[in-house]
């Protein structure tokens, strides 16, 4: 199969100096990406900055921006079976980016956000015929915020992670994970090593791609 993978932080420019971000590290992104070429599969990594070492065997594809990732998903998702939507992309940007470096400011300030796009709504919510798999980052309620998150967001799957505890989910090197079908079947991946959770979740994923994409080629 063809697979589209995201993975790593967005940044969002304040100025040509600074920019707003999250923690994500990519790893779970890059261990989907090398369990998917493991096992055989065609590999497309979009991936935001991020300090790891890319798959041999993927054709790389770098962003900054949602902006950029929303560009680069529109143009990989053309041919690919299925898409992992691993990426944590921003929820919002700077109204305006300033073209020089801004003064330091000597009292408080306000910066003024925008929504930036939400990618994953919009891609899965085009006409598509590959299987998409959102991800969850919840520090609370994570099954049922999980579940709202794949019908608002039209994804086949969502893989629901624990952002609140630091030895698993964003930068840590383990997970322990949600999944979550759109018929609601849920099955649990214990904590381990990202790379095991990784091969763990491509099998479960192409199985699942399997029956949908058959069914969509009747
Ligand atoms: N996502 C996206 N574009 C955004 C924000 C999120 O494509 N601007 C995608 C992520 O890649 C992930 C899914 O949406 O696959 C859920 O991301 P998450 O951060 O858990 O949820 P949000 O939609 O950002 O909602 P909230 O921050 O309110 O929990």
């Known amino acids: ?23 994500s590290s990519g790893k779970m992104g890059y261990a989907i990406a090398e369990a998917a070429i493991a096992d055989g599969h065609d590999v497309t990594l979009i991936s935001g900055p991020v300090c790891l070492r890319a798959p041999s065997h993927a054709k790389v594809v770098t962003i900054t921006t949602a902006s950029e990732l929303h560009d680069a998903l529109l143009e990989c998702t053309n041919e690919c079976d299925v898409l992992v939507m691993c990426a944590a992309v921003a929820d919002y940007k700077p109204v305006s980016v300033a073209s020089r470096k801004m003064a330091k400011p000597r009292e408080k ?34 099954e049922a915020r999980a579940q709202q998150k794949l019908r608002a967001k039209n994804c086949d799957m969502i893989v629901a992670n624990d952002v609140s505890r630091n030895e698993i989910g964003i930068g840590a090197d383990e997970n322990e994970v949600v999944i979550i079908a759109r018929d609601g079947d849920l099955r649990r991946i214990a904590r381990a090593e990202k790379k095991i959770i990784a091969r763990e979740l491509v099998k479960i994923i192409c199985t699942e791609a399997k029956k949908v994409l058959t069914k969509k080629s009747r």
């Open 1 to 23: 199969m063809r697979f589209v993978v995201t993975a790593g932080p967005t940044r969002e420019p304040l100025d040509p100096v600074r920019f707003i971000s999250n923690r």
């Open 109 to 142: 300030f306000t910066i003024e956000f925008e929504p930036a796009t939400d990618v994953l709504s919009a891609i899965s919510k085009s006409p598509r015929d590959f299987f998409v798999v959102g991800f969850a980052a919840e520090t609370h309620d994570i």
